[in-house]
């Protein structure tokens, strides 16, 4: 009787961890990030939508970039912009700097160069070296083509912005 015993103990050591590594693996950011930069973008896709779905502003971005640029999936500024807006809201600069960018040109959104300069400042005040002087210059070149008043209201509504949760969007 005590074979048994002994013989379901050791096949349990030895078909747990197997057992373990066959279930479904933990969203990981970091990587899907490795799998998109090798251009394994279908896993990397896979992965962001995962992360997205439970709020996670670094993959929306990347869905954002994803569609921008057209990595493994359709290109598409529309659905880029809608990422990128989720992203921006809930505090990630990099979703800031690449949804101010759309509004310069309208691309994905109708062109708007109070918001374009409302997000790139956003963007800005993380002073994250490369991104603040990239957010900076953008917003710059945005203000050569806006009235005073204009600006005035993006510069207000930038002080203000408090970032905050988004909603689900699915691709």
């Avoid at 074979?3 to 050791?10: E, G, S, T």
């Avoid at 969203?27 to 992360?51: C, M, N, Q, S, W």
């Avoid at 800031?96 to 300069?117: E, N, P």
């Amino acid at each position: 009787m005590r074979r048994p015993a002994y013989i379901a103990f050791v096949l349990s050591l030895i078909f747990g961890p197997a057992c373990l590594l066959a279930a479904p693996a933990r969203a990981d950011f970091v990587g899907a990030v490795v799998a998109y930069d090798l251009g394994k973008f279908a896993p990397a896709h896979r992965e962001f939508i995962t992360l997205a779905q439970r709020g996670h502003a670094g993959a929306e971005f990347m869905l954002g970039a994803m569609r921008f640029y057209g990595k493994g999936v359709q290109r598409n500024d529309a659905l880029a912009a809608i990422w990128f807006h989720k992203a921006a809201i809930k505090g990630n600069p990099s979703g800031q700097l690449a949804f101010g960018s759309l509004h310069i040109r309208g691309l994905g959104v109708r062109q708007d160069l109070v918001k374009a300069y409302g997000w790139l400042t956003v963007a800005a005040n993380h002073a994250i070296p490369g991104l603040q002087q990239q957010a900076t210059a953008l917003r710059d070149d945005a203000a050569r083509l806006m009235q005073p008043d204009e600006i005035a209201d993006a510069q207000r509504w930038a002080s203000g912005f408090k970032a905050r949760p988004s909603g689900l969007t699915l691709e």
